[in-house]
């Protein structure tokens, strides 16, 4: 009798322990969490649903760019190079095009990296885009085995030249040759400012001796290797780091009082101070 007294009143402690709610009947607190989460889904649908209209629908889509100070650039390559950067998709089902999803920055390398901009100025106002840009001005062509690319004063290459423009071009702008074949891309740097102005110095100083340049040749392998192709046929060669006006001067000495025919010369070498060599 006391083993089954026990059981009982093991079972009766149980029983007094369990909650004694009516399961027909739910609690305050049971209403107010099922509210509180249907609250919170309803909350998340409704910021997602927000989310998909802003990001996808077309009112909020740029829909008209302007583009000002493009005077060189080729503006087909420009617009196409524009509207790719637009269509980009940062996120599966939106684009660029999107107000929200738009970043001027990005724009801004695009349009630097395809075309050597010296500055890019982007303002988005409601639907329209409006872009500034400042051309580099070409200065020279540069010539890469096959290639041909217009470049400025700070040596940046800013674009490539197709046939057509090099035929028109290479009668107007100076011609540098790498005779490296180095390949070249738009944006970079093919030589500094400093090297670049201590050629076209020391090339007009020759045209006022009636030396009439070709074309200035540069082999980088071999030491910063520098000269000047004249028209008649013979080479210059010179050092840029070096004093052009020094090199000058001991040019106008060898010219004038040891080579008296100029139609048999091949070069003359200034790059070694006062020994001046000449074939």
């Known amino acids: 009798m006391k083993r089954r007294d026990y ?5 009766q402690k149980q029983y007094i322990s369990r909650p004694k709610a009516n399961p027909y009947f739910r609690s305050k607190d049971d209403r107010k ?11 998340v649908v409704l910021m997602v649903v927000l989310l998909i209209v802003l990001l996808a629908h077309p ?19 420009l617009s196409e190079t524009i509207r790719s950067a637009l269509h980009e998709r940062p996120l599966l089902f939106f684009r660029r095009q999107n107000r929200f999803l738009f970043r001027s920055t990005a724009l801004s390398k695009t ?23 400042v051309e580099r001005t070409s200065q020279l062509i540069w010539k890469s085995a096959e290639e041909a690319y217009v470049v400025d004063l700070d040596g940046i290459v800013i674009r490539s030249l197709d046939v057509e423009e090099w035929e028109h071009l290479k009668t107007l702008l100076p011609i540098f040759v790498d005779k ?5 891309t738009v944006g970079t740097s093919i030589s500094n400012r400093v090297e670049i ?5 020391f090339n007009e100083e020759l045209q006022k001796r009636q030396i009439h340049v070709s074309q200035t040749d540069i082999d980088r392998l071999s030491g910063k290797w520098i000269g000047t192709l004249t028209q008649d046929g013979y080479r210059i060669l010179f050092d840029a780091t070096s004093d052009i006006k020094e090199q ?10 040891k080579i008296s025919d100029r139609s048999k010369l091949e070069y003359i070498d200034l790059r070694f101070g006062d020994h001046v060599y000449y074939k």
């Open 33 to 43: 969490r099922l509210f509180g989460t249907i609250g919170a889904i309803g909350t």
């Open 59 to 77: 009112f909020f889509n740029i829909t008209s760019v302007t583009v000002h100070g493009a005077v060189q650039t080729d503006r087909g390559a």
């Open 248 to 257: 000058v001067e001991r040019l106008d000495v060898l010219l004038r009082e």
């Open 180 to 184: 490296n074949g180095t390949k070249v």
């Open 111 to 133: 349009l630097n990296d395809s075309f050597a901009f010296r500055d890019v100025q982007i303002k988005l106002q409601r639907k329209q885009l409006n872009i500034a840009v």
């Open 7 to 11: 059981f009982r009143r093991t079972q």
């Open 197 to 201: 102005s201590t050629i076209f110095a």
